[in-house]
């Protein structure tokens, strides 16, 4: 898995614990919706620190407690 799927997968997985949609994230974030959506559906390949952070604000969570998990430990080095 890439780094791109990682985050894909960690926000889905938010928006499950927290049984919210897609557009309640982005609205509970102050994004447009088309912004969260772009970082799902792969238009976005590289989103910026600053949209995760606001993504993280909005579910009242830190960058830390996003990027803590295994998947995000067990990705592969980008530079070889």
Not at 1 to 22: A, Q, S, Y
Not at 70 to 77: G, P
Request: charged residues 30%; negative net charge; hydrophobic residues 40%.
């Amino acid at each position: 898995m890439d780094m791109i799927e990682t985050v894909r997968n960690r926000i889905l997985t938010l928006c499950g614990e927290h049984e919210i949609t897609i557009n309640k994230l982005a609205d509970l974030a102050g994004l447009p919706p088309s912004s969260v959506k772009n970082i799902l559906y792969g238009k976005s390949r590289n989103p910026k620190l600053a949209t995760i952070k606001m993504l993280c604000d909005g579910l009242d969570m830190t960058l830390g407690e996003f990027f803590s998990t295994e998947e995000f430990d067990s990705l592969e080095q980008e530079l070889k």
